[in-house]
């Protein structure tokens, strides 16, 4: 079977994961013209070849128009604080999700809205199920930290474009590529605390946390949210193995997505590609 090994020894998010499949070999423009078909309106995805700490690695992100004039002066790698996220450039551990029922000046988006905009996309039903799969997942943990039910959970504007497209971005790269399974290293979650619309909260955050239930991870004193819900929702719902790397497992392809910050550490997450037996 066509095997993915994920090694998150400096944890995972989203555009982490995209970046590794685009840097496997999926092509940005046939990526591209996939989220297209999304019809979503006000975003533009950065794909650029960086260098952490030497290891070249793909950075991808998603650029949202209404934040872009906020912060033209970022630059092309410091895009994470507009998604309240301070280490990937991805989700916040929220979503930017509102729980109170008032929409206030942004459009909101629920579940149910979401489903209907990846049914209604000509993408293949097994690309629609697995980002289907995960964003349930992902409500499912929101809706437990939150304490109100699944169908009120509502993902603001912002944060619903951005969450699509990397939960759908994923799906489908891993299709283009053909992997068939999934294995996933132990996830380093980092450490210390990280400020969210709701206050300061411990790493992992609480929807990350309740998403890594039954998942091995560790902490070390790198501080910040190595792992975010996304990267942690991803793993949950496509991975069938996680733990150490099987001696048996031999990989042709290796990869990098990179992450936002600089680090101690590589801030890349490392895909294997091969051939291997079931891991389930």
């Known amino acids: 079977m066509k095997t993915l090994y994920l090694d998150c020894f400096s944890g995972i998010s989203g555009n982490m994961f995209t970046g590794m499949l685009l840097q496997a070999g999926v092509p940005f423009d046939a990526f591209q013209d996939a989220m297209a078909s999304l019809k979503l309106e006000g975003y533009s995805l950065v794909c ?20 872009r004039h906020h912060h033209a002066h970022d630059g092309g790698h410091d895009h994470e604080h507009h998604h309240h996220h301070e280490h990937h450039g991805s989700h916040s551990h929220e979503h930017l999700v509102d729980t109170t029922g008032h929409h206030h000046h942004h459009q909101h988006r629920g579940l149910q809205e979401i489903t209907a905009i990846i049914e209604a996309s000509p ?6 199920a697995k980002s289907l799969a995960v964003f349930g997942e992902l409500a499912k943990a929101e809706a437990k930290v939150h304490g109100v039910p699944v169908d009120q959970i509502h993902f603001h ?10 939960i759908v971005g994923v799906a489908w790269a891993l299709e283009y590529l053909g992997i068939e399974q999934i294995g996933a290293s132990p ?5 210390g605390f990280v400020r969210c619309a709701h206050g300061v909260m411990p790493v992992p955050a609480p929807a990350t946390a309740e998403l ?14 190595l792992v975010t819900p996304t990267g942690a929702a991803l793993v949950k719902t496509l991975a069938s193995y996680i733990g150490p790397r099987p001696k048996s497992f031999v990989h042709d392809i290796t990869a990098y997505g990179a992450g936002t910050k600089d680090l101690e550490i590589p801030n890349v997450v490392r895909g294997f590609i091969g051939e291997a037996e079931s891991w389930r």
């Open 212 to 225: 890594l239930a039954g998942i091995p991870y560790y902490a070390t004193d790198i501080r910040g949210e």
């Open 48 to 67: 650029e070849s960086v260098s952490k700490l030497g290891i070249q690695s793909v950075y991808y992100n998603v650029i949202l128009d209404a934040e």
């Open 123 to 128: 993408l293949s039903d097994s690309v629609k």
């Open 157 to 166: 504007e912002v944060g619903a474009v951005d969450c699509i497209l990397d």
């Open 187 to 191: 996830l380093h979650v980092g450490s």
